[in-house]
């Protein structure tokens, strides 16, 4: 059998070639090639490794006629044109753990050169300033912590400031208590945070959800003299606040290594005395490019020689006699996960799924994969039907399968229960002539397809709502492509699933909330 190829395309350490001799794969490095140049090479390799120079494009992938897996050493996989692969076929995989340490001793190390002033102190002295009465430090001892994100790498910053004797709170909706017990930090809600906080540290995905989580409101909301800290993702700090606020002295300091806009050749937080900013290198230590090259030719050697799976961000463990049976309740398993993911505000302690009729004969874990990822996604941007699983255990959350072979209503059902510090959440849904469709929310029964924009109102079942809510969209210019209905009974509680062709804004979200006798008011995207 000829031995699989791997051309690695940019700079790697030499062990990870190495890696791929000792395991009888043929690894060709040719690094700085232009897009021509792979072009014309790429046919006759089955394994692509990169780093982020080089670009997996479409027409790259589809250049490759071979290639079964590409591996990027690292975390971010902007470079790389996932839905292109996955439509040929190519599985995509990344090395999420390789940088952890050495990103978290990166916020550490902010942590320090802010209390301390070291860059403005070591710049004044160079120029023989001696300046020692103007650069009066705080000590990080006895101080609290405030960690968003618990993930690996917030885990692992909380450790070290722990061994530092500091206190350390943190808010992440997907801890749960025995996790944050195990760990050692107070798990708490973000305003919570804020206002105790002497020390504010990032360690979240960039989403929706975290998009200017410190947004200028919640700024204002800290104490005098916070040191804010973000070597995770540019966008989660709203920095035109953030320097105001730095040059009128509530904020006492910020260390950045990341940045809404990069490569980041003017920002308006540079020039600020009490700003530390470096050009993203959460990962760049020697030791960290050497643990994720190492594990990205453990990985597509383990996939090239054996098939086994390891961080892949598109590719289910389906086999090709169950992928036409499982395809329509994947979708399914995606759609009832996203909708519960976008409904759900608080910690997650446990998710149930349960499988009824004909579906629960079938290999159900790629659903359970793809209904965990839909839930954690709106909090977890880069997490896909392989990684959620371990996500999930890795915060704590417990998750539990059910079968019933008889559904008393469908061929299949799908319920998904979410248990949260506040009560409990189920959706159900089955498969009808081969589309999801919705078919329970809060017990309640109706049905309903999926729009890409939808709106979900839990309300009390009175006389005039659904004229009010018509107007209300009219007056805003979105038009209504569905109307599902599901109620207890007259009067009594109701909710309404409408698809829409224009997903509502804030503004339109407030006045609907606001219409009488509205429990609740939501926009969901699909």
Not at 58 to 72: D, T
Not at 226 to 236: P, T
Not at 385 to 412: C, F, H, L, N, W
């Amino acid at each position: 059998m000829t031995a699989p190829r791997v051309l690695i395309a940019d700079s790697l350490s030499p062990a990870a070639v190495a890696i791929f001799t000792a395991r009888g794969v043929q690894a060709d490095v040719k690094t700085g090639l232009t897009k021509a140049e792979l072009l014309e090479i790429i046919g006759d390799y089955d394994g692509l490794a990169v780093r982020s120079a080089t670009k997996a494009d479409p027409e790259v992938i589809a250049a490759a006629k071979k290639l079964k897996v590409i591996g990027r050493a690292g975390i971010g996989v902007d470079n790389v044109n996932i839905p292109a692969a996955t439509a040929a076929g190519v599985v995509v995989m990344n090395t999420p753990f390789g940088n952890s340490i050495t990103t978290a001793e990166h916020a550490i190390a902010m942590m320090f050169a802010l209390a301390r002033q070291l860059p403005a102190a070591d710049a004044s002295t160079q120029l023989g300033k001696w300046e020692k009465n103007r650069f009066m430090g705080v000590e990080l001892y006895a101080k609290t912590l405030g960690l968003i994100g618990a993930g690996n790498i917030g885990s692992i910053v909380a450790d070290r400031a722990l061994g530092l004797k500091m206190k350390v709170v943190a808010y992440d909706p997907f801890l749960s208590p025995e996790r944050a017990v195990e760990i050692g930090v107070e798990k708490v809600e973000l305003d919570e945070l804020l206002a105790r906080a002497d020390v504010i540290t990032l360690h979240t995905p960039l989403t929706d959800k975290t998009r200017n989580i410190l947004s200028r409101e919640n700024l204002q909301k800290t104490k005098k003299g916070v040191l804010i800290v973000n070597c995770a993702r540019g966008g989660l700090v709203d920095e035109v606040a953030l320097r105001e606020l730095l040059d009128n002295g509530h904020v006492g300091g910020a260390g950045f290594d990341v940045f809404t806009e990069e490569p980041a050749k003017t920002n308006v937080l540079f020039g600020s005395d009490k700003v530390v900013a470096t050009p993203h290198l959460g990962a760049s230590t020697s030791e960290a490019q050497e643990n994720v090259a190492l594990q990205v030719a453990e990985q597509m050697s383990d996939y090239l020689l054996t098939g086994a799976v390891t961080n892949a961000l598109n590719s289910p463990s389906i086999t090709a006699e169950e992928a036409p049976k499982l395809k329509p309740f994947v979708a399914l398993a995606e759609k009832i996960g996203a909708m519960a993911g976008q409904m759900v505000d608080f910690g997650i302690l446990a998710i149930d799924i349960a499988y009824e009729g004909e579906v629960s004969n079938l290999n159900v874990k790629p659903l359970t994969s793809a209904a965990l990822a839909g839930i954690l996604k709106p909090m977890l941007a880069e997490i896909n039907m392989v990684s959620a699983p371990a996500v999930a255990k890795e915060r704590g959350i417990t998750v539990s399968e059910s079968r019933q072979e008889v559904s008393p209503t469908y061929d299949s059902l799908m319920r998904i229960t979410v248990t949260t510090e506040k009560g409990k959440r189920a959706f159900a849904g089955t498969v009808i002539a081969g589309a999801p469709r919705v078919v329970e929310v809060k017990g309640m029964e109706l049905d309903a397809g999926f729009s890409p924009a939808m709106l979900y109102i839990n309300n009390l079942d009175k006389p005039g709502f659904i004229g009010a809510l018509g107007m209300l969209l009219g007056e805003a210019g979105v038009n209504i492509a569905t109307f599902n209905l599901g109620r207890v009974s007259a009067e009594e509680d109701a909710i309404a699933l409408v698809g829409v062709d224009q997903a509502p804004d804030e503004t339109l979200l407030a006045k609907i909330q606001a219409l009488p006798h509205v429990k609740e008011a939501r926009a969901l995207t699909f």
